[in-house]
């Protein structure tokens, strides 16, 4: 496989350090983007081949500090894919969410990758090898209780992807949409845990989105992919028929409002 240079923004997360290795351990390059710069050298550090990668610090939820590392990343060697995995997520009613939290998810969730899509994609078109993967998640293609606010985001995100694959169809860039399903990292609280546990639904290790991320690579076109079993087939459900779905979830309700509440 041929070696990319791969932006990768959340690396220093659950998910983000699965990928960041993946990555490493597949020969490519990576420009390592978080918010801590400690954090980001061990990263580093503790990849295969640590010389061949950087890191640059950048919160994300900032417009200007986005500009700023579209132009420090210009500035590098080239790039061939950009990597949107960097995310927040909140579980409670919506009705008592922050509306500066609100805020603050569509600015990570949505709208930093679209800035860092538009930022980047000059660079990005320069390679014969581009790719672009936004991580979603299947909360992006079901509307879910006590992630109203979350759902919103990546449903954006989704619709944002989906869009962009269609605008640049005779482009030479694969833009994929990888959304998994509950992963056991950090971003979900003891709540979100409880409850998974209590409806029986199961989480994914993040090497397991890290593969599903690393396979999308060697593919040469588009691609959408959900992870995991049955939650595959209720995004697809949803998107036929909302109404089963629905019934579905309403059923699971006392127990997702039992934990959303229980703030
Ligand atoms: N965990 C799940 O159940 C799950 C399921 C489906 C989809 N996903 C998606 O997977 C992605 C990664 O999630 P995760 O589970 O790995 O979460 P995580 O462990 O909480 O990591 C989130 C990452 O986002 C970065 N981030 C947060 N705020 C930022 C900001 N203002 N500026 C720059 N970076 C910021 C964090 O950077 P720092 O290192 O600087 O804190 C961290 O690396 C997210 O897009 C999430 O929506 C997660």
Redesign the pocket.
């Known amino acids: 496989m041929t070696t990319l240079t791969i932006v990768l923004?959340?690396?220093?997360?659950?998910?983000?350090r699965a990928l960041a290795v993946a990555f490493a351990n597949a020969g490519h390059n990576l420009v390592l983007?978080?918010?801590?710069p400690d954090?980001l050298a061990a990263l580093r550090e503790g990849l295969v081949r640590p010389r061949s990668h950087r890191y640059l610090v950048?919160?994300?939820?900032s417009a200007a500090a986005i500009t700023e590392l579209c132009t420090d990343i210009a500035d590098g060697p080239p790039i061939d894919v950009l990597v949107n995995?960097?995310?927040?997520?909140s579980f409670g009613l919506f009705v008592e969410t922050d509306d500066a939290l609100v805020e603050h998810m569509l600015q990570?969730?949505v709208l930093?990758p679209m800035r860092l899509c538009k930022g980047l994609m000059p660079l990005l078109l320069k390679s014969q090898n581009a790719a672009l993967i936004n991580?979603?998640?299947?909360?992006g293609s079901i509307g879910y209780a006590g992630f109203t606010a979350?759902c919103a985001s990546?449903f954006g995100l989704r619709g944002f992807t989906e869009a962009l694959q269609r605008e640049l169809a005779n482009e030479k860039i694969a833009i994929h949409y990888l959304?998994?399903?509950?992963?056991?990292?950090?971003?979900?609280s003891d709540k979100v845990v409880a409850m998974n546990a209590e409806l029986g639904n199961t989480?994914d290790e993040?090497e397991v989105?890290a593969a599903a991320a690393l396979a999308m690579l060697r593919l040469n076109k588009s691609s959408n992919r959900y992870l995991g079993w049955p939650e595959r087939f209720f995004v697809r459900l949803n998107a036929l028929f909302p109404t089963v779905v629905s019934g579905a979830l309403k059923k699971q309700l006392g127990a997702i409002l039992r934990h959303a509440k229980s703030v």
């Open positions: 923004t959340g690396a220093c997360g659950g998910i983000g983007v978080g918010r801590s954090a950048a919160d994300l939820s995995n960097a995310g927040v997520s990570l969730n930093a991580i979603g998640s299947g909360f979350y990546k959304a998994p399903r509950a992963v056991n990292t950090a971003m979900n989480a993040p989105v």
